[in-house]
């Protein structure tokens, strides 16, 4: 709509300038001179820009046939990190970790590696350098028992480098619920750090340099706080992931749901031909009502779906967040319902299908 807006003004906008330079009293051959040169201008703008527009755009083309990310994907390329919010034919938008949106072409995106993070896990790790004097067994020990702590699977310890003054250690693990990976990251670091000093292990990393004179047998790590009467801490309304993705989240929604209606739509004459071979008619009658209301609750999500769409490309910021996210995962919920329904009549055709088999 805007850039129909401005296609539009753009056009009137060079009407109205030829018109104001055939009133000029001047000669014609003037007037044909400065429509020749206005012409010579805009050819060579158009001539400078289209190869940038062209590149942009096969590259636009060429993600949508590879599709190495989706919307709500972690993607990184440069020193860019975030979710990706908007896939366009000659960009992409990108929500970084500071909640900015950033705005790639496309072509930075072919040309350039791109690393995008797989939805089933990705492999999550820190590095920590010890000193010489601490046994690896208790590190890796102290190591993997953090690892474990914040849920990582097939956790793994790797000794990376036997420096100078250090040894250097790295631990991971696969981590599945990549929406919370940025608090994932914290919390490993977190609960690295706690594990290493409750085995009574001082960090040196990179290398341990201190002027001041200790006394023999001076360890640093913090002193035991001593023990408070539990508080029941207030659960957190919502992640961090939450506040910082929001952008990328609500694309992800939409593509979901996107995509139940256009698999229901593409389905939707084949199940009608799976009901009326149904040679029973009492049960053909009772698949055809579950059909039809199949039907009735995809237009009634497409219509919620298109008008929702329309309210974020139209309003922008305008509308309160909290309301528009309620909005989504309400739709979100009826379009996993209709998912659901949709499966269980395929399971149901299936069944009978199978036993008409000889």
Do not use: C
């Amino acid at each position: 709509m805007k850039f129909a807006k401005q296609l539009i003004q753009f056009v009137i906008l060079s009407i109205g300038l030829i018109f104001v330079v055939f009133s000029l009293p001047i000669a014609s051959q003037y007037k044909e001179s400065i429509l020749s040169l206005l012409g010579i201008i805009a050819g060579a703008a158009v001539a400078l820009s289209s190869t940038t527009f062209i590149a942009n755009a096969m590259s636009g083309i060429m993600l949508r046939i590879m599709k190495p990310f989706r919307a709500g994907d972690y993607i990184e390329s440069g020193n860019v990190f975030g979710r990706v919010t908007d896939i366009h034919i000659l960009h992409t938008k990108v929500q970084s970790i500071d909640r900015d949106l950033v705005t790639f072409p496309n072509l930075k995106l072919v040309s350039n590696p791109l690393k995008t993070i797989r939805t089933s896990g990705t492999i999550i790790s820190t590095r920590v350098s010890l000193g010489y004097d601490v046994p690896r067994q208790k590190i890796e020990k102290s190591l993997l028992l953090a690892a474990e702590k914040i849920g990582l699977e097939n956790p793994f310890v790797h000794v990376l480098e036997l420096g100078d003054f250090s040894v250097t250690y790295k631990v991971g693990g696969l981590l599945k619920d990549i929406e919370s990976l940025i608090t994932a990251r914290s919390d490993f670091n977190k609960a690295v750090l706690d594990a290493l000093h409750e085995a009574g292990v001082e960090i040196v990393s990179p290398n341990f340099m201190n002027q001041r004179i200790l006394k023999e047998g001076t360890v640093f790590i913090p002193p035991k706080e001593p023990p408070k009467a539990e508080v029941p801490e207030k659960p957190q309304e919502k992640k961090p992931e939450e506040i910082i993705f929001d952008k990328a989240i609500e694309a992800e929604i939409l593509g979901k749901i996107e995509l139940v209606l256009s698999n229901l739509e593409g389905k939707e004459k084949d199940l009608k031909q799976q009901v009326s071979s149904v040679p029973e008619q009492n049960r053909k009658a009772e698949l055809s009502g579950k059909l039809e209301f199949l039907k009735a609750r995809k237009e009634k999500v497409k219509t919620e779906f298109e008008a929702i769409k329309k309210q974020m490309e139209e309003t922008e910021e305008t509308v309160e967040p909290e309301m528009r996210s309620r909005q989504l995962q309400s739709l979100n919920l009826k379009a996993d319902h209709l998912d659901i329904r949709r499966k269980k009549l395929e399971k149901e055709l299936k069944e009978i299908q199978e036993k008409q088999k000889p």
